[in-house]
């Protein structure tokens, strides 16, 4: 559980875009984008726990264009964001109110777009001793559970917050909240971006 909490806690991207849509849709958008980002995280953990060679190589060998291509991805989705008129975005959520799938696969592919997260499962892996050799299948089982059930915890704990002060917002402060919000994934996407630029570079033996 431990380990869910913390892979989830670091205020990232996706963090950041789970307490905006709370803020603009509800608690439940915010909430399921966290659903979708803690499956994302227990796929990662399980390439690591059950040592899936074939995968984490190729990640690891392609480190570099992955943290480009979803630094791009979120470089994107926060332009979107500024530019979008949160009352369409209230009229969409009226017409789809129970419909939050696309919240969920977003939360889903943001967190899966970052792959570095598996340099972050290896050492608490290693802290926690999870999987140890002498385990029983069904104790691996339990594990990533609560692994997800430490992801969800601090989704809801995050979501319910972030909702209870919702309410003091208007149509104006959401559009405003939602360009701050927007701006500040660019900046962090933007150094993603650039540094992963510069690793492939050194990478290609084109910086030195």
């Not at 892979?7 to 849709?25: D, E, V």
């Not at 609560?146 to 972030?162: E, K, M, P, Q, R």
Request: glycine share 8%; aromatic share 12%.
């Amino acid at each position: 559980m431990s380990i869910g909490i913390i892979l989830s806690a670091p205020m990232g991207p996706i963090g950041i875009l789970c307490i905006q849509r709370t803020l603009n849709n509800g608690r439940h958008s915010g909430l399921f984008t966290g659903v979708g980002a803690a499956i994302s995280d227990l796929f990662y953990c399980l390439l690591v726990g059950l040592g899936i060679s074939l995968v984490t190589d190729f990640i690891a060998d392609h480190v570099n264009v992955l943290q480009i291509i979803g630094s791009v991805i979120l470089i994107v989705y926060a332009v979107y964001m500024i530019f979008h008129n949160p009352v369409s975005q209230i009229k969409e959520n009226i017409d789809q109110r129970n419909d939050h799938w696309r919240d969920m696969v977003t939360g889903f592919l943001f967190t899966l777009s970052n792959p570095l997260i598996m340099f972050l499962i290896i050492p608490l892996f290693a802290r926690f001793g999870f999987p140890l050799p002498e385990y029983k299948f069904y104790h691996i089982i339990i594990g990533y559970a609560f692994i997800v059930v430490g992801a969800l915890l601090w989704w809801a704990v995050i979501t319910f917050f972030v909702d209870k002060v919702r309410t003091h917002f208007n149509i104006r402060s959401m559009w405003l909240i939602n360009r701050i919000i927007g701006s500040i994934i660019i900046v962090l996407s933007c150094y993603g971006l650039v540094t992963g630029v510069i690793a492939y570079l050194h990478e290609l033996n084109i910086l030195t």
